[in-house]
């Protein structure tokens, strides 16, 4: 893969991983109100800290779930050439029976 490929595919990654974290953030900010209209406001610091770590944890679990489907899709597109590259290198080393 050429160096500007490499880029391409580096910032096309990076743009579409910034698009799903905005998406759940999008998600997670209606999850938010639809508690407050549902349960109400919170009435009270407990309730505050739960609503902030249920929200934060959305993100977290969200993000890494995105993360990893992702890197399974990447590694799956990438792997027959890479490996293709990797056997004609071999071939043409004679390493290759």
Known sequence: MLLIEKIVVALLMMFLCTLIHAMFMVAGTHALQWRLTRFGPARG????????????????????????????IAHGITANPWARAYGERRRLAGQHE
């Open 45 to 72: 610091p407990f309730d505050r800290v739960v609503l902030v770590w249920l929200m934060t944890l959305w993100m977290f679990i969200m993000s890494v779930t995105c993360t990893i489907i992702l890197s399974i």
